[in-house]
Each structure stands twice: as C-alpha cells, then as structure tokens.
C-alpha cells in the first residue's frame, strides 16, 4: 500500500492518510454508527442518528476528494480511523467543502492535521483553488484546521454558525 503521509499521533499510535477506496464503503458506514452523539453532530451540525442513503451518497459516492486516515497492520487489513473530504461547491469551480471526523478516541492528537495535510496536497494537485467550511462557532478544531490549510479570505460567524473561506493555491 502506498501512502500520501504517515505520522504519529501525540499518543504513540502509528498512523497513515490514504485516497479512499471504494472497500472502504462498509467499514466507514459501521464506522459513522460508533461514533458519539456529539461528535455526529459537531460533523453534521444536526442529530444524525443514522446515515441516510443522501448522506451516504455525497459521502461515498459523489465526486470530488476524499482521503482516511488508517490505522496500518501488516498481518491484517488497516483500521479506518477518520475522513476528510473536498467536495466541490456547485456553481463555484476551484472551490470544494472541506469536511472532516476522526474517531473519538483519537481527537485531539493530530490525526486531523495529518488527514487536513494530506487532503490539501491533494486538493492543490486537483486544481482546487479553495476550500469553504462550515461549522459550529464554537467549534474550534475544525477552525484551526481550515486557518492552517492557507490564507483565509473570509470568516464569518453568524446565529451560532462559522463559514470560513481559504485559498489553498
Ligand atoms: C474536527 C476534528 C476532525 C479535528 O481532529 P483532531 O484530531 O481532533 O484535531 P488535531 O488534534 O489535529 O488538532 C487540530 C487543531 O485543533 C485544535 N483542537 C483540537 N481539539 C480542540 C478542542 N477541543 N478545542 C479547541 N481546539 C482544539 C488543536 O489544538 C489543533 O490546533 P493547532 O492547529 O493550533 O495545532 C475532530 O475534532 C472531530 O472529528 N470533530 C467532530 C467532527 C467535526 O467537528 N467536524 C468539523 C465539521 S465538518
């Protein structure tokens, strides 16, 4: 398996970022089952308690980007441990939606700035010129993932929610 990057998360776990595949398809639908409540909702900024067959298919199945981040074994397959997607914003060619989860073991020790990295290099080699997010205001991790991906040229917080606009290029 060729990788984009791997690292090391601030715990010790050895990890990897690579192009999602098409296998990866059950084990990241089992995978949005586990995590927490709060993480779905900080993902979707809605109560998610499934995924529906709309969620699934701009997930899985529409174009644009989309990298994982893996737990690599050599005896075994790797373990999927967190997504990133750029999906491209209709009407706006060169600008693509930046999404992102991590399991909720792993928050909060580098498993998102590997998946950002990865998914930005990526992102650059696609033509895409910028990436928009939308989060909760006070969601800061996905903030401070989207300011470190380049210049941000728009950051706007209105009724609880944060749209922030970067070009990447
Ligand atoms: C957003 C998410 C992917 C970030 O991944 P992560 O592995 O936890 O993040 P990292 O450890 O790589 O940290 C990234 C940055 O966020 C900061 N950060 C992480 N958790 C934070 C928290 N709870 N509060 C404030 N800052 C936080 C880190 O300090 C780091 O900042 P830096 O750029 O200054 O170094 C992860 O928290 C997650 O899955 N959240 C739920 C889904 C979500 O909110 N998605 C975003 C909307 S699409």
């Given at each position: 398996m060729t990788y984009l990057s791997e690292g090391v998360l601030s715990h010790g776990l050895r990890v990897a970022v690579r192009p999602m595949s098409p296998d990866d398809r059950a084990e990241l639908q089992a995978g949005f089952q586990q995590l927490?409540?709060?993480?779905?909702?900080?993902?979707f900024m809605c109560s998610k308690p499934r995924l529906t067959s709309a969620d699934a298919h701009l997930l899985f199945d529409c174009e644009g980007l989309a990298v994982v981040l893996v737990w690599p074994r050599t005896s075994c397959d790797d373990v999927v441990l967190g997504i990133a997607h750029a999906i491209?914003?209709?009407?706006?060619?060169?600008?693509?939606?930046?999404?992102?989860?991590?399991?909720?073991?792993?928050?909060?020790?580098?498993?998102?700035?590997?998946?950002?990295?990865?998914?930005?290099?990526?992102?650059?080699?696609?033509?895409?010129?910028y990436l928009t997010g939308y989060m909760f205001a006070s969601n800061k991790a996905p903030a401070r993932l989207l300011a470190g991906a380049g210049e941000v040229i728009e950051d706007r917080i209105e009724a609880g929610a944060r749209e922030m606009k970067v070009r990447i290029s």
């Open positions: 927490s409540e709060d993480t779905k909702y900080r993902r491209p914003v209709p009407g706006q060619p060169g600008t693509a939606e930046f999404c992102v989860v991590v399991a909720d073991e792993i928050q909060g020790r580098g498993a998102g700035h590997l998946l950002t990295d990865a998914l930005v290099q990526q992102a650059r080699l696609e033509g895409i010129e």
